[in-house]
């Protein structure tokens, strides 16, 4: 089985930064694609961004220009630095992996539990 953990939810003022963390572990023979994704109450789940074990990077459109997704291949972690936080960004943040698992070689996509990421003053 793969985990996903995700680390540095809290709450921040308008405008200010956090930094999101999540780590796969358990039987892994890769981490390809990792990604964010975020959930409103009484909303939809939304894209974030995502990052190919290649590099290769997509934004939401409501995040552009304002979070940075990256990764670290060696650690299957996956980090999103978020700048210039508003209000309407407070959600579940959940990190999203598609993961092989090393005892079987299949391929399957994973969800953490999610972190909540609060912006108020």
């Known amino acids: 089985q793969v985990q996903l953990v995700e680390s540095g939810g809290g709450l921040v003022q308008p405008g200010g930064s956090l930094r999101l963390s999540c780590a796969a572990s358990?039987?892994?023979?890769?981490?390809?694609?990792m990604g964010w994704y975020r959930q409103a109450p009484g909303k939809q789940r939304e894209l974030v961004a995502t990052i190919t074990r290649g590099g290769r990077i997509n934004y939401g459109d409501s995040v552009k220009g304002r979070f940075t997704i990256s990764r670290d291949n060696a650690k299957n972690t996956v980090y999103l630095q978020m700048n210039s936080l508003k209000p309407e960004d407070t959600a579940s943040y959940y990190c999203?992996?598609?993961?092989?698992?090393?005892?079987?070689?299949?391929?399957?996509?994973?969800w953490g539990k999610g972190t909540l990421v609060t912006v108020s003053s």
């Open positions: 999203n992996a598609d993961g092989v698992r090393l005892t079987t070689m299949a391929v399957a996509n994973y």
């Open positions: 358990g039987s892994i023979f890769s981490i390809n694609a």
